[in-house]
């Protein structure tokens, strides 16, 4: 007491005032539906034609999406002509985004086998609309949201021809997530709305999810679309048209649960060209079937021990819930490559929607849920 204070010198405080900026304010985008926008092309390609042309795409569309949030960051600070804390990690963060994304493009363009950049190029003015439009922060206006899942579903086509394959199957991979994209944008939109508490119209995302649904249809018939991805996007519009007549659920229900349909989208233009003869990465579900089944026994009894004694259900158990959920969807895409009804994956898959339902009960329902599990599991 008594003695002057010292004060921190700048840098010590600037050292200071950085250090406390959470790296993943500035290295992790905010909103969470554009995840599913940008990996289902990325996973289409990869699914499609596996290789190292699509892993290279993979690395520079999903690091360029990262690269956006600092970016934007960045451009907002310099823009009010101030430097704040986070100002140069964004720089850092960014830089680090983007010299990975220009390594994942080489990567494509020396190991391509077709004219990648065509896609690309093509979808490069929506590309350039949605950044203007995330530079006015208008980014999540329908239009703008619209073309980033538009330019972000040309990546799948440039996979596609990437790796060799037809233009045929590269225009069809494009039209099954613009369908998708389109359709579940609108949807989207009036849940979360009516989840806001407000009314909105109900008619656009009708009119987009049949419409999306009957232009599957039509475009199946020409051969230009595989018919698994008419069917995906028929059963998300029943889904939908049933879902806009109930109570709203909360925005990030709305959010997984497209995100669960875009995955079904992709895996049906996936199995869909597989049926047809394209030697696509699904011809080796069988086997990770298998594999992800011995595992997911053993898990099953374990799970059951852990919450017979807990008496409550953790997060880990219904994140463990979800690999089961994989596994019957992987056994479901093994009987349409069977050709014929088997009994195995048949018992995971009635095994999993007993557990959907004993999950939700109280002790000791869950636990006994994942011990029965485990033995349709064993018998599978």
Do not use: C
Request: aromatic share 10%; hydrophobic share 55%.
């Amino acid at each position: 007491k008594g003695l002057p204070s010292r004060a921190p010198s700048p840098t010590l405080e600037q050292g200071m005032r950085t250090a406390s900026v959470p790296l993943k304010s500035v290295a992790l985008p905010t909103e969470h539906g554009g995840w599913g926008f940008t990996l289902e092309p990325l996973l289409l390609g990869l699914l499609l034609s596996p290789g190292l042309p699509t892993l290279g795409l993979f690395l520079l569309g999903l690091l360029g999406f990262l690269a956006r949030h600092p970016l934007k960051l960045l451009y907002q600070d310099l823009r009010r002509g101030k430097r704040y804390p986070r100002t140069d990690l964004a720089l850092k963060v960014a830089g680090v985004y983007l010299v990975l994304a220009l390594l994942g493009f080489l990567l494509a363009a020396f190991t391509a086998r077709g004219p990648f950049l065509l896609p690309l190029l093509l979808a490069l003015p929506l590309g350039a609309y949605m950044a203007w439009a995330d530079a006015q922060n208008r980014a999540r206006a329908r239009f703008p949201e619209i073309g980033a899942a538009l330019f972000m579903a040309a990546f799948a086509p440039a996979g596609v021809l990437a790796g060799g394959l037809p233009q045929e199957v590269a225009l069809g991979s494009f039209l099954a997530l613009a369908l998708r994209d389109v359709a579940a944008l609108y949807y989207a939109r009036t849940q979360v709305l009516r989840a806001r508490g407000l009314k909105p119209k109900r008619h656009p995302a009708l009119l987009a999810l049949w419409g999306s649904a009957l232009l599957a249809f039509l475009l199946a018939q020409g051969r230009l679309l595989p018919y698994p991805v008419f069917l995906a996007l028929l059963l998300l519009a029943l889904y939908g048209s049933l879902t806009l007549f109930r109570p709203p659920v909360p925005a990030r229900v709305v959010g997984w649960t497209q995100m669960g349909f875009g995955l079904l989208v992709v895996l049906s233009a996936a199995l869909g060209y597989t049926l047809q003869g394209l030697p696509t990465a699904l011809l080796g579900v069988p086997a990770l079937h298998r594999l992800l089944g011995f595992a997911l026994v053993a898990l099953a009894f374990l799970a059951g021990v852990y919450l017979l004694v807990k008496r409550k259900v953790p997060r880990f158990a219904r994140a463990l819930l979800g690999l089961y959920d994989l596994n019957a969807l992987l056994g479901l895409l093994y009987l349409a490559f069977a050709g014929k009804v088997l009994p195995h994956p048949l018992l995971a898959l009635f095994g999993v929607a007993l557990l959907h339902a004993l999950i939700k009960r109280p002790h000791p329902w869950p636990g006994i849920g994942f011990f029965l599990l485990g033995l349709l599991l064993l018998w599978h």
